[in-house]
């Protein structure tokens, strides 16, 4: 049992909570001053003002003055496990190329497949070790990994095993979802992505789905298109393994009211997305994740926040780390850029990287936190970029 008292501000976001992370207002981030809060792994014994902490608390107490508690930063989206970088490509992109040009010209996703297959499963389990560790730095506890990056069947396999093992390295310190995302691109050496998607994904699929959490696919023009999805999403089905999707990156394919009819965890990305799309998501459980990091790291228009916000939808926002589109590890950071072009309000922001994240990987809500040396909420954001994730 974990006995805080003092804490400055504690941010239960209960407002939040009871509203399903939909249509917030500033005070549904139901921040409480001068706090204190009972809790062990599994629930919540007792949350309110510090003076009122009941007696049998007090033996055990630690004060957390000077400091800030939101629930915990939990980072939805990343494909943090792969070899080598892709700086020359953003070299290439600041010289006026575009993400797709550079992807068909060998570049992209197939190229970091090259280093990633040349690379020892324990070298990539321990690059990945210490991308975690940066990640969790800055405030993160629970982080949702995809693979990806091999496109071959062994070496999907290892990177799938990769993210088991980092799952079970890191718990329960650092949650970890483990997202099969074999249906990342199609290699070269197929004729088209159904027959990749016959030859490698479903039948390892079928062998490995015991092992991971969710399936995931890049819906996309050059990448997977509806049909493609429809063999994946049906297999998962059968499987019963929860659905996630790569949706209107770059185009408006109807990607998210694919994944609302489908029932998906989320659909994230967006940035393409219109108004039948938003409307899906108003009358579903499935979660609009925004990437603002890979809109910015492109150049490329956001996606319509306010619009998603307004029409009712669940909206998280995740980092999406990866070595081409989005290399960041600082997911604060980049939701505090994003909020002011978002038009979101600070309940908004926090349910996005919090509560609502959460239920984007359809985890159980723990009694997990995460505390900053700050006297308040909006300090957090407010000095964008700096650090005050302290470890309680
Ligand atoms: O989420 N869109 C597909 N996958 C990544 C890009 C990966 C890469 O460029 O290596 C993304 O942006
Ligand atoms: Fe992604």
Request: glycine share 6%; proline share 3%; net charge negative.
């Amino acid at each position: 049992m974990q006995v805080w008292t003092d804490i400055n501000e504690l941010a239960t976001l209960e407002g939040a909570i009871s509203k399903d992370g939909r249509n917030l207002l500033p005070e549904d981030l139901s921040i409480i001053k001068n706090a204190a809060i009972v809790f062990d792994e599994a629930k919540i014994h007792w949350v309110g003002a510090a003076q009122d902490l009941p007696t049998m608390y007090h033996s055990s107490m630690k004060s957390l003055k000077g400091h800030t508690v939101t629930p915990e930063i939990v980072d939805s989206h990343t494909h943090l496990v792969f070899a080598g970088n892709r700086a020359n490509e953003y070299s290439m992109r600041l010289n006026g190329a575009d993400y797709q040009a550079i992807a068909n010209a060998g570049g992209g996703i197939l190229a970091t497949t090259t280093p990633t297959n040349a690379t020892s499963e324990d070298d990539l389990f321990h690059s990945a070790m210490q991308r975690i560790e940066r990640i969790y730095s800055y405030g993160v506890g629970t982080i949702e990994i995809k693979s990806g990056y091999s496109l071959t069947l062994e070496g999907e396999k290892k990177l799938s095993r990769v993210i088991s093992r980092l799952k079970d390295h890191f718990s329960p310190r650092i949650r970890i979802t483990n997202t099969f995302m074999a249906a990342h691109a199609v290699p070269k050496s197929f004729k088209s992505a159904k027959d990749y998607l016959n030859a490698i994904v479903l039948p390892l699929l079928n062998e490995i789905h015991r092992t991971i959490d969710a399936v995931d696919i890049f819906f996309e023009q050059s990448y997977f298109l509806k049909d493609d999805c429809d063999l994946l999403f049906s297999k998962a089905k059968e499987l019963n393994i929860p659905l996630k999707l790569h949706a209107d990156e770059f185009n408006d394919n109807k990607g998210a009211v694919y994944a609302c009819e489908n029932k998906a965890l989320s659909a994230d990305h967006l940035l393409c997305t219109s108004d039948d799309g938003f409307k899906a998501f108003a009358n579903s459980k499935t979660v609009a994740t925004l990437l603002p990091g890979t809109g910015y790291f492109l150049g490329k228009p956001q996606a319509n926040a306010r619009a998603l916000l307004d029409a009712g939808a669940k909206v998280a926002i995740a980092s999406d780390y990866n070595p081409g589109s989005c290399h960041v590890d600082n997911l604060l950071l980049i939701a505090s850029m994003a909020a002011p072009n978002y038009k979101m309000n600070l309940a908004e922001l926090w349910a996005a990287i919090t509560i609502n994240a959460n239920d984007a990987l359809g985890l159980e809500r723990l009694p997990r936190f995460s505390v900053f040396k700050s006297d308040s909420l909006a300090e957090l954001t407010y000095s964008w970029g700096r650090n005050f994730c302290v470890r309680a």
